[in-house]
């Protein structure tokens, strides 16, 4: 249920201590901006092109323990802008705060039980590749499921 105090909410608290959008669990890539390229690549980040298109890669470099390093400071555009499907509904006032940090340490949770039989799927990338592997080899499906389970999870939760 929905807090009360507010059908419309702008602010990002949902957001802190989660970072999942940044460290690489969410996706493998954001938008840069036009112009942002030498802040980024200045900065360490990857930065990938495909005609009028440019990505910087994840995870991203100032992304720590859920939080942003830079976040009082220039942030890119994207980080600006970027709006989870959770903290979307969040804003929508159809999930409280307190069920959105509950969805993203359920997030952590899987991901967690998922890295420690391989610490390589803490990324997207890398899920995606074992992925393919175990499927082609029906090795390890124990493995095979709780990659499908985290992935299920964040589509439903966080990718749009």
Request: net charge negative.
């Amino acid at each position: 249920m929905a807090d009360s105090c507010s059908n419309s909410r702008t602010d990002t608290a949902p957001c802190v201590g989660c970072g999942l959008c940044c460290d690489g669990t969410i996706y493998w890539r954001a938008d840069a901006q036009p112009g942002e390229e030498e802040r980024l690549t200045d900065a360490g980040l990857e930065v990938i092109k495909e005609g009028d298109k440019q990505w910087f890669v994840h995870p991203c470099c100032f992304s720590k323990d859920g939080l942003c390093t830079i976040y009082d400071q220039q942030r890119f555009n994207v980080c600006h802008t970027f709006r989870c499907k959770l903290l979307k509904a969040y804003q929508r006032g159809e999930v409280s705060l307190e069920q959105t940090r509950e969805t993203v340490e359920k997030a952590v949770a899987l991901r967690t039980e998922l890295t420690a039989e391989n610490p390589a799927a803490r990324l997207w990338t890398e899920r995606n590749k074992l992925r393919r592997e175990l499927e082609t080899t029906r090795e390890r499906p124990s493995l095979l499921l709780k990659i499908a389970v985290l992935d299920y999870y964040l589509d439903q939760w966080f990718r749009e």
